[in-house]
């Protein structure tokens, strides 16, 4: 309950330990603090890695673009990733310790990611997003192109090159189909890249057939598609426009999910392509039971408006979604967690996630008690249903 | 029909009438220039009243000719004891800074003299203009004369939430005529309702409209306006209650980490919206297992958060009776009548106690 209002309290310092957690000491994989690399076994489905500095791009974008990309491309847009009007908090979005000596963003020195996600957290495989960067870019037309692309590259360079727990989401020009299908294409061939990054405020709603050159390419090589938060509707973070404090545009972000949860459902794309996954990323899981219980009541109510679905709609979502679990809903009872875990009839498609090195990133030592949600359930969202989704070994 | 409420002594926070058409309010238009303007224009309502209830849609549909004061005592006030009358009429949707509120206050002069005059157990929503909150300010204040007016009635889909501090004119005049605001699904300001811009069926339209509802929870928290209307009260309608649950433990979560932004908030977030918002039950969207409908009793932490609606002419009484076979009777009495009766002071105009007359049962 409140305490001093003067002393906000960190995301590390809001939970305790979980003792049965991995990484601690009892039965886990290594001792909390030093776990052994060959006992890892978490799955970090998010997390963000940055360029140092915006030149840093440059050795890997074509000369050409050099002007362009210099000028700084996003004018006005820049403001709906991060509700720029207000200071967010600790510093920007970054967690204070993952901040680099020599400069730079969070995520963006591979020895600080290493030491303190990697090695200190017991994790077997991370996936990079560099969404930092994706919303400084076009998001379609050539520029957009070649500047994902380069991304792409200085991933496979950078980051992918120096340590083989790291696996990547490929950054495409997603608000550009055919563009954005022909990426995939170039690095589908390069397993290590194992989604398709879009995000989760897109300019028409997903189910929109602007996107399917998109799902086309990536069910052809059998990789999901990540919708990750926030992006760049043109419209405000909040269904009533733009907030006016940080705190509200952070609170309303997951109300983009059930708009493109919906749109899925209603748009008929999985009949077109059955085998397309998407991961609902960085939303939590509460927004999803509630969507479910209506979509449904509405669809049985509306069948003269949705004549072309045949089955309840979370019937088709709970076979095409999957969810990441950061930042995990808080409930005021541990036990209602469970009853979330139980209303979700999600076990087999929830991942774990930490969202370093964002302030609000989840420990896997602390955030999921083992003992509250059983081995069984506990040990499918922190690696077995990544392993499934992503054809990792186990 | 539900079953449960018929059985019970009951209040119905939500009943809508329609204006049936732009002669029925002419007349009371205050100004002789706007009857004839409407008149010359053929003006047939706001745009955004046929998007809320459009009559091409057999759930939502309200026709206002169908609608009467009759079919109301036939229906409603065959179970409930008191009818709350709402007469959603579009207006956030006008741009017109002098044609909007004089529509407002012809809709209420019509209210009280066709619905309220009509029977006693009715009681209004006063329409206003929130996008022209000074006119707002002005109508509550004409209007709450009539105490028969129990709330003042506002759309979710507007410009901005309704924690902005251009609004606050709207709660200053609510609260200083003891008046709680209702906001109800719908409306419409021309702008996408959601993060991700149109969607592209009303089907999906229709299931994304809670998410303005959660905006305004948010806000309306989050901006201090109960800090600094501290007797004002909030009940939203038609938009269910069980996303409720997850809002909470998100605003709860944000407040933690990041109040410095805030510091008017003393207490977590969800201390204010149990203290200060209500929900209607009509409709409701319940868990698809019966098991997992006390899980959300639970979660939302008590009972004296719920509003009974009818949400008559619209046909959502079974999800109600879901809901109520979930409940104890000291519960189900308190969503049923308690919780509305202290909200909107009713014992003005009814009878409270064991002695509080039992509606006629009907099947």
Request: with cysteine; charged share 20%; net charge negative.
């Amino acid at each position: 309950m409140p305490g001093d209002v003067t002393h906000p309290v960190g995301a590390a310092e809001r939970l305790q330990p979980d003792r049965d957690a991995p990484g601690s000491a009892a039965e886990g994989p290594g001792s909390r603090g030093e776990p052994r690399q060959a006992d890892a076994v978490v799955i970090d489905c998010d997390v963000h890695n940055a360029l140092p500095v915006r030149d840093a791009l440059k050795p890997y974008l074509p000369s050409r673009w050099h002007v362009y990309y210099d000028q700084g491309v996003n004018t006005q847009r820049e403001v709906t990733i991060g509700a720029r009007p207000h200071p967010g908090p600790y510093t920007g979005v970054y967690r204070r310790d993952s901040l680099p000596g020599r400069g730079g963003p969070g995520g963006s020195e591979y020895d600080l990611l290493r030491s303190q996600l990697l090695d200190a957290k017991g994790i077997r495989r991370a996936i990079l997003h560099p969404v930092s960067e994706i919303v400084q870019i076009p998001l379609y037309g050539e520029a957009g192109a070649a500047i994902a692309a380069a991304l792409n590259d200085w991933m496979v360079e950078e980051w992918l090159e120096r340590d083989d727990r790291l696996r990547a989401a490929i950054t495409v020009p997603f608000e550009d189909g055919p563009r954005a299908a022909l990426e995939i294409e170039h690095r589908a061939g390069d397993r290590r890249f194992v989604k398709v990054l879009m995000m989760m405020s897109t300019r028409e709603p997903l189910g929109h057939p602007k996107y399917w050159p998109i799902y086309e390419a990536a069910v052809a090589y059998g990789l999901p598609i990540s919708a990750h938060v926030a992006g760049f509707s043109g419209t405000g973070t909040m269904a009533t426009g733009w907030p006016s404090y940080w705190m509200e545009h952070n609170i309303a972000l997951p109300q983009a999910y059930p708009v493109q949860a919906a749109s899925l459902a209603y748009s008929g794309v999985f009949d077109r392509f059955p085998s397309l996954q998407f991961v609902f990323e960085e939303g939590g899981l509460g927004w999803l039971p509630p969507l479910l219980w209506r979509l449904d009541r509405t669809w049985r109510a509306m069948r003269d408006f949705a004549p072309h679905l045949d089955r309840l709609p979370s019937e088709v979502l709970r076979e095409h979604l999957w969810l990441t679990t950061q930042p995990l809903d808080e409930p005021e009872r541990p036990q209602q967690l469970v009853q979330l875990f139980e209303e979700l009839e999600l076990d087999d498609r929830i991942v774990f996630a930490t969202d370093y090195p964002h302030w609000d990133a989840d420990d896997p030592v602390q955030v999921l008690s083992r003992s509250l949600l059983g081995v069984e359930l506990w040990s499918k969202i922190m690696w077995r249903n990544a392993e499934t989704l992503f054809g990792f070994d186990a | 029909m539900s079953q449960i409420a018929a059985g019970s002594r009951s209040i119905d926070c939500d009943v809508h009438c329609a204006v049936p058409s732009t002669e029925a309010i002419a007349p009371y238009l205050s100004e002789e220039h706007w009857r004839d303007h409407v008149r010359i224009t053929q003006f047939s309502g706001p745009g955004s009243l046929a998007l809320t209830y459009p009559s091409w849609h057999p759930m939502l549909a309200t026709d206002g000719a169908a609608i009467t004061v009759d079919s109301v005592r036939s229906t409603v006030l065959r179970r409930s004891e008191i009818a709350i009358m709402q007469c959603f009429y579009g207006l956030e949707s006008m741009t017109h800074p002098y044609l909007g509120p004089a529509l407002a206050r012809a809709v209420n002069c019509w209210l009280q003299r066709e619905w309220l005059d009509a029977d006693e157990r009715l009681l209004g929503s006063i329409v206003v203009t929130p996008q022209r909150p000074a006119a707002a300010a002005e109508e509550i204040a004409r209007t709450a004369a009539d105490e028969r007016f129990v709330q003042v009635l506002l759309p979710a889909r507007v410009q901005q939430a309704y924690g902005d501090q251009r609004y606050w004119p709207i709660w200053e005049a609510a609260e200083a005529h003891g008046l709680p605001i209702a906001i109800t699904f719908g409306g419409g300001m021309g702008l996408p309702p959601t993060p991700a811009n149109w969607p592209s069926s009303f089907f999906e339209d229709y299931v994304v409209g809670t998410l303005g509802l959660q905006s305004h929870v948010t806000s309306l928290v989050v901006e201090g306006v109960f800090q600094r209307f501290p007797n004002l009260e909030v009940a939203l309608f038609e938009s269910g209650v069980s996303w409720l649950p997850p809002l909470l433990w998100r605003m709860d979560q944000n407040w933690k980490a990041v109040r410095t932004e805030a510091p008017w908030l003393k207490e977590a977030p969800s201390a204010y919206v149990r203290r200060h918002i209500k929900f209607g039950t009509a409709p409701l969207d319940l868990p698809s297992r019966r098991a997992h409908i006390p899980y959300l009793l639970e979660q939302l932490w008590s009972d004296e958060l719920l509003l009974y609606c009818s949400d008559s002419p619209h046909r959502y009484e079974e999800t109600f009776d879901e809901l109520a076979s979930c409940l104890d009777a000291e519960a189900l009495d308190r969503v049923l009548w308690r919780n509305a009766f202290d909200l909107y002071r009713l014992e003005r105009f009814v009878a409270d106690g064991p002695e509080a007359r039992q509606p006629e049962i009907v099947s």
